[in-house]
């Protein structure tokens, strides 16, 4: 019997309907091969790997033959290949259960295989958004929140900025026509912020006035 998640979500990607004149411009994942390059840093795990592979190679390259010396190298490759095989999924179960959300009012980001939770960045809390653009128009859109707000970096990780542990920024990681979504951030931004909020007040009349009556 199949089985979903997420299906007690109303909305996918959010907790609860959007209220009365929210409206939804944009949902997407993060793209999961991008995010096992950039995000889990498989380059660097591959860089490690294969110093290990030539230091080996080279330690025993004047003490066998060559053939013999190549395939000494070889455990370290096959290594490489699980460790690949490894952040690969990891990245995959991350982007299957991540779903962002851009609205008129707000940007919802759920996030978390292992712990689900969502994030709620009102425009009006948005201090900043910086985009990390990529070739093939992939790209990364990180926020810089205002006031008080205190994000924990583990707790958010891989969908955060790298390396801003102090101050953690949310982000957009990895998602495709990343350059288009920014924009219409922006543009969402913009007319949200520039809204007026309207409160009412009670004005009590004059004690003069009273007295007249």
Same mark, same amino acid.
């Given at each position: 019997m199949s089985h979903d998640d997420f299906e007690i979500e109303p909305v996918e990607g959010l907790p609860a309907r959007p209220p009365e004149g929210e409206v939804i411009l944009w949902q997407g994942r993060p793209d999961w091969r991008r995010l096992t390059w950039e995000a889990l840093s498989l380059p660097w795990v591959l860089g490690y790997f294969g110093v290990l592979a030539f230091w080996?190679?080279?330690?025993?390259?004047?003490?066998?033959?060559?053939?013999?010396?190549?395939?000494?190298?070889?455990?370290?490759?096959?290594?490489?290949?699980? $460790?690949?095989?490894?952040?690969?999924?990891?990245?995959?179960?991350?982007?299957? $259960?991540?779903?962002?959300?851009?609205?008129?009012?707000?940007? $919802?980001?759920?996030?978390?295989a292992a712990l689900t939770m969502t994030l709620n960045l009102p425009y009006t809390q948005i201090a900043n958004a910086m985009l990390d653009l990529r070739k093939g128009g992939s790209g990364t859109i990180a926020f810089e929140t205002m006031g008080d707000t205190r994000l924990s970096y583990l707790m958010c990780w891989p969908h955060v900025r790298p390396w801003h542990m102090k101050a953690t920024q949310p982000a957009l990681r990895c998602i495709r026509d990343a350059e288009a979504v920014a924009e219409l951030i922006a543009d969402a931004a913009q007319a949200r912020v520039s809204q007026p909020q309207v409160s009412r007040t009670l004005v009590s009349e004059p004690a003069s006035a009273v007295a007249a009556e």
């Open positions: 080996r190679f080279i330690s025993v390259v004047d003490q066998m033959p060559l053939g013999q010396a190549i395939g000494a190298t070889i455990p370290f490759f096959l290594v490489a290949g699980l $460790a690949t095989g490894l952040l690969a999924l990891t990245a995959l179960v991350q982007a299957r $259960a991540t779903m962002y959300t851009v609205t008129n009012r707000r940007v $919802a980001m759920r996030i978390g």
